[in-house]
């Protein structure tokens, strides 16, 4: 049973037990989708159906957002930790079972996959058997690419909700195993974009150093209050 959150189910897993679950998906016949939905996709969610249910079908469904650990604490069942999906993804990379799979980077500006794709190799020694970026209108291209590919693990970046919508529409199109939505993440593996020191990252205010370093973030940060306000007001209604 999941943690539920404003309608979206949590796997209340620790970022060890998740990378287990991740590599587990390998092994299953039918293509696996993960993602890593954080307050703003929890909002979403609550005004689309659709995206909420693309979110609740997922085989591995992790909280990549402090938000979320918290809301949870007001549930019957508190989710152990916050499991970011970047973080996921290096825990994963350092595994045995990475290096033997093949790799796919989707998404992204143009020549960020490229350079995610040298440093990944470099630094785990992964197999990225293609990459490129987020700008391009044919998906029928794009598909018949990395299906020929042969990759096992296609990280899609395109931002939510395109990037859920994206792989949950064509996995079975793919040949690949497991489909992960993650977000900008190239962008911080490639080097052009540095991650919040681990102190802010260990209390829980990654967002704010990310606001601090990009203030055109704060009307994306607004969500975060309205989060915490519909989240407070249900627990007063008894619905959490």
Same mark, same amino acid.
């Given at each position: 049973?999941?943690?539920?959150?404003?309608?979206?189910?949590?796997? $209340?897993?620790?970022?060890?037990?998740?990378?287990?679950?991740?590599?587990?998906?390998?092994?299953?016949?039918?293509?696996?989708?993960?993602?890593?939905?954080?307050?703003?996709?929890?909002?979403?969610?609550?005004?689309?159906?659709?995206?909420?249910?693309?979110?609740?079908?997922?085989?591995?469904?992790?909280?990549? $957002?402090?938000?979320?650990?918290?809301?949870?604490?007001?549930?019957?069942?508190?989710?152990?930790?916050?499991?970011?999906?970047?973080?996921?993804?290096?825990?994963?990379?350092?595994?045995?079972?990475?290096?033997?799979?093949?790799? %796919?980077?989707?998404?992204?500006?143009?020549?960020?996959?490229?350079?995610?794709?040298?440093?990944?190799?470099?630094?785990?020694?992964?197999?990225?058997?293609?990459?490129?970026?987020?700008?391009?209108?044919?998906?029928?291209?794009?598909?018949?690419?990395?299906?020929?590919? $042969?990759?096992? +693990?296609?990280?899609?970046?395109? $931002?939510?909700?395109?990037?859920?919508?994206?792989?949950?529409?064509?996995?079975?199109?793919?040949?690949?195993? +497991?489909?992960?939505?993650?977000?900008?993440?190239?962008?911080?593996?490639?080097?052009?974009?540095?991650?919040?020191?681990?102190?802010?990252?260990?209390?829980?205010?990654?967002?704010? %150093?990310?606001?601090?370093?990009?203030?055109?973030? +704060?009307?994306?940060?607004?969500?975060?209050?309205?989060?915490? +306000?519909?989240?407070?007001?249900?627990?007063?209604?008894?619905?959490?």
């Amino acid at each position: 049973m999941r943690t539920q959150i404003l309608g979206v189910g949590f796997d $209340g897993l620790t970022i060890s037990e998740a990378k287990s679950a991740f590599l587990g998906l390998l092994k299953t016949d039918e293509p696996s989708l993960v993602v890593t939905p954080n307050p703003e996709m929890v909002m979403l969610a609550r005004k689309d159906t659709k995206f909420k249910d693309l979110l609740n079908s997922a085989d591995l469904v992790v909280p990549d $957002g402090i938000g979320i650990v918290h809301a949870s604490k007001l549930t019957k069942k508190p989710l152990k930790q916050r499991v970011a999906g970047f973080d996921l993804l290096l825990e994963v990379f350092a595994a045995k079972e990475a290096k033997e799979v093949k790799w %796919y980077f989707l998404g992204g500006k143009p020549g960020v996959a490229e350079k995610a794709k040298k440093q990944m190799e470099q630094r785990f020694g992964l197999q990225v058997a293609g990459c490129e970026n987020g700008y391009f209108k044919d998906d029928d291209a794009v598909i018949a690419r990395i299906a020929a590919s $042969g990759a096992d +693990i296609v990280l899609v970046g395109l $931002g939510f909700p395109r990037q859920e919508i994206w792989a949950a529409t064509n996995k079975h199109k793919l040949g690949a195993k +497991i489909l992960m939505g993650v977000g900008g993440s190239f962008d911080v593996m490639s080097g052009e974009l540095k991650r919040a020191p681990k102190f802010f990252q260990k209390i829980g205010l990654e967002w704010l %150093y990310r606001l601090l370093r990009q203030p055109k973030r +704060i009307w994306r940060q607004r969500v975060l209050l309205k989060f915490a +306000i519909v989240v407070i007001f249900r627990k007063m209604r008894g619905a959490m």
